[in-house]
């Protein structure tokens, strides 16, 4: 697992390329996450998930407290760049207290 947090580093450092999806979800009112936190988790936050057979590629779920808040990132790292798939503040209902496990 530790192999993807890498790759997600490394690619995070050449270039950031938001999805469609994840521009809508950052872009909510009640959310307004910054591509800034977002680079934030990228580069710092916390490997929670591991999508080895996504569709989009190998993919991952990462966690960080860029400003505070929770806030959980799915990306997927290519040669050139990193592509962030969506991007939000989890919900306490759907998570263990501390973020890290879906428990709904």
């Known amino acids: 697992m530790a ?3 890498e790759e997600v580093r490394r690619a995070a450092r050449k270039r ?3 999805l469609p999806h994840a521009v809508k979800q ?3 009112p ?7 936190e977002v680079h934030r988790v990228a580069l710092d936050g916390e490997l929670i998930g591991d999508y080895l ?7 991952c779920l990462l966690m960080g407290v860029p400003d505070g808040r929770p806030v959980h990132v799915v990306c997927s790292p290519k040669a050139d ?3 962030i ?3 939000y503040v989890p919900d306490s ?3 263990s207290a501390d973020f890290r496990r879906r428990v709904t």
Do not use: C, K, N
Request: hydrophobic content about 45%; overall charge positive.
């Open 85 to 87: 798939i969506t991007a």
């Open 30 to 36: 009640h959310r307004l996450i910054r591509a800034a």
């Open 93 to 95: 209902g759907q998570w």
């Open 26 to 28: 950052m872009s909510r």
């Open 81 to 83: 760049y990193l592509a």
């Open 53 to 59: 057979d996504d569709p989009r590629g190998h993919s």
């Open 3 to 5: 192999e993807i947090v």
């Open 16 to 18: 950031i390329l938001f």
